[in-house]
């Protein structure tokens, strides 16, 4: 199976849904950005002043005329040069002295400009200090002016009483930082950050998203989807928690309809040749496949079925737990040939027969393999409506992968929360390689979307006002995610 096939296809329809989904999260980080910039803007960044002063490079030369006519290349060649002076450290020097600076801060703060078609030269100083950027602007001129005159390096020659101060500097005013700007682009990256969060959230998971996500990446229909609701487990302690995930109750509440669902999908898959021995596996531990094959056969015996489940992970075996049955005399003890088939079934008041796996063997594959156990599977086939099978995790082992030759089709069990794409996508490959018959998937602790909210909403208004009184013959059913309404309820047990 290529496990890359879907992965990165990305449509316009799922960008958009995607952001509307995750529309809080992007609002609150957005928000967050912002509120940094305002802070940045108005507490941090030091505000900025600048002052200009402006002098005039006035140079005549005498021409062939006899007439001084202004020789405009040459004085555009002076012009440069004493814009050029303005940043060199005879200039610098002694107005950093003043002041107490260095050479290299008053120069970043110093800037220069002229136009070419002008003898004016701009000095414009920018610091945290309105006076203080008038003051520096002043000086780096009237030092220019200095030089110009005094110097004996030969810039004397070329100046002497050619540069005069025109406009004198004033109080520096605000330049910077532009606030309107910079809130601007902490709003504009608060919610580019906020879409590459929620991009990397949702679509750079190593774990599902939603229901299409498994389909496309396994490639296998979607049997089952069990809804976390998290809402009942605000003020349960973590171990309240996974107790609630696997406690067998009755039907007539919200969390029984999902099962109904799952049996008509599976029942209804293949008419014409029915499955009717079915295992359940998954790809690691605590994905509830144990508490869906339980609940499952529940499901089966509350519609009139007669159902068997067996219990072949006998590495951590669960069934004896949630039927309240002894784990003694099981599997083991008939392939072992100490038990009858009629001493291993043991009947349960849910109406479901339920053969556990007996004494802990070292290698449960000699089991599995075994004359004994094949010839039993087909024995309970053909004195039951369905044969259910509980398996170990696909990666833990390989006994589900031999346990599937006996089947007629295979659930896999998905944790939407739990397992990682590519553990799945493995665990359905290792399956397939044995050709193994997998029906589809179901999918646990999975997160509702509008769509399932919307359902659920109709479905538990519709079961609080419906009186389902149950036949006293009829087994009780159960479902995950849901509290029992009977006394059994506080005798949950821990699922795997």
Same mark, same amino acid.
């Given at each position: ?50 002052? %200009? #002063? ?5 140079? #005549? ?12 290349? +040459? ?35 110093? $800037?220069?400009? !002229? ?11 920018? /610091? ?13 001129? @009237? ?23 025109? =406009? $004198? ?25 906020? /879409? ?8 750079? %998971? ?6 299409? +996500? ?10 089952? !989807? ?12 973590? +171990? ?9 109750? @009755? ?7 999902? &099962? ?23 790809? *690691?531990?605590?994905?509830?496949? =144990? ?7 529940? /499901?089966?015996? !509350? ?28 599997? =083991? @003890? &008939?392939?072992?040939?100490? /038990? ?9 008041? &849910? ?23 094949? *010839? ?21 082992? $390989? ?15 998905? %944790? ?42 109709? #479905?538990?208004?519709? !079961? #609080? ?32």
């Amino acid at each position: 199976m290529d496990t890359n096939k879907n992965d990165d296809v990305i449509r316009l329809g799922d960008i958009f849904r995607v952001l509307w989904k995750n529309i809080i999260l992007i609002a609150i980080i957005t928000v967050a950005v912002f509120v940094v910039g305002i802070i940045y803007t108005f507490g941090i960044a030091r505000p900025q002043y600048s002052s %200009s #002063s402006t002098f005039l490079v006035a140079v #005549s030369t005498p021409s062939t005329g006899g007439s001084d006519n202004v020789n405009l290349s +040459d004085s555009l060649r002076l012009v440069t040069t004493a814009a050029q002076l303005v940043t060199e450290d005879n200039t610098l020097r002694p107005v950093a002295e003043d002041n107490d600076l260095s050479v290299t801060e008053l120069r970043d703060m110093v $800037s220069v400009s !002229y136009n070419t078609d002008s003898f004016l030269v701009t000095v414009t100083v920018e /610091c945290g200090n309105s006076t203080l950027s008038m003051r520096l602007a002043n000086e780096l001129v @009237e030092s220019l002016i200095d030089i110009a005159n005094t110097d004996g390096s030969g810039v004397d020659i070329l100046f002497k009483n050619t540069i005069s101060m025109t =406009s $004198s500097a004033t109080r520096g005013v605000y330049s910077s930082p532009n606030r309107a700007l910079y809130l601007a682009i902490f709003f504009i990256g608060g919610l580019v950050v906020a /879409c590459i969060v929620v991009y990397i959230k949702e679509f750079c %998971s190593n774990k599902f998203r939603n229901r299409d +996500d498994i389909e496309n990446y396994l490639d296998q229909k979607v049997l089952g !989807y069990f809804i976390d609701d998290k809402t009942k487990d605000k003020n349960l302690s973590k +171990d309240e928690k996974e107790a609630r995930q696997v406690e067998l109750v @009755e039907p007539g509440i919200r969390a029984y309809e999902p &099962y109904n669902k799952l049996f008509t999908n599976i029942r209804y898959s293949n008419v014409d040749n029915p499955y009717r021995v079915i295992m359940i596996t998954s790809s *690691q531990e605590k994905e509830l496949k =144990s508490t869906t094959i339980g609940n499952f056969a529940c /499901c089966m015996a !509350y519609n009139k079925l007669n159902v068997v489940l067996i219990d072949m992970d006998m590495r951590k075996p669960v069934q004896h737990k949630l039927f309240k049955v002894s784990k003694d005399k099981g599997i =083991s @003890e &008939y392939v072992g040939g100490t /038990c009858s088939e009629g001493e291993i079934i043991k009947h349960t008041k &849910y109406g479901v027969d339920v053969i556990t796996t007996g004494k802990k063997v070292i290698n449960p594959v000699v089991i599995i393999e075994s004359a004994a156990f094949k *010839q039993l599977i087909a024995d309970l086939a053909a004195k039951y409506d369905y044969v259910l099978i509980d398996t170990p995790p696909a990666l833990a082992c $390989s006994d589900a992968a031999a346990i599937s030759k006996l089947c007629d089709g295979v659930i896999f069990n998905v %944790s939407m929360r739990d397992v990682k794409k590519k553990k799945a996508a493995i665990a359905v490959q290792s399956l397939k390689d044995v050709n193994a018959n997998i029906i589809g998937v179901n999918v646990t602790k999975a997160v509702a979307d509008k769509h399932d909210d919307s359902y659920y909403y109709y #479905s538990d208004k519709y !079961y #609080s006002n419906a009186q389902l009184q149950p036949e006293k013959s009829a087994p009780t059913a159960s479902a995950t995610g849901t509290k029992s309404q009977t006394n059994n309820s506080s005798n949950t047990k821990k699922s795997k």
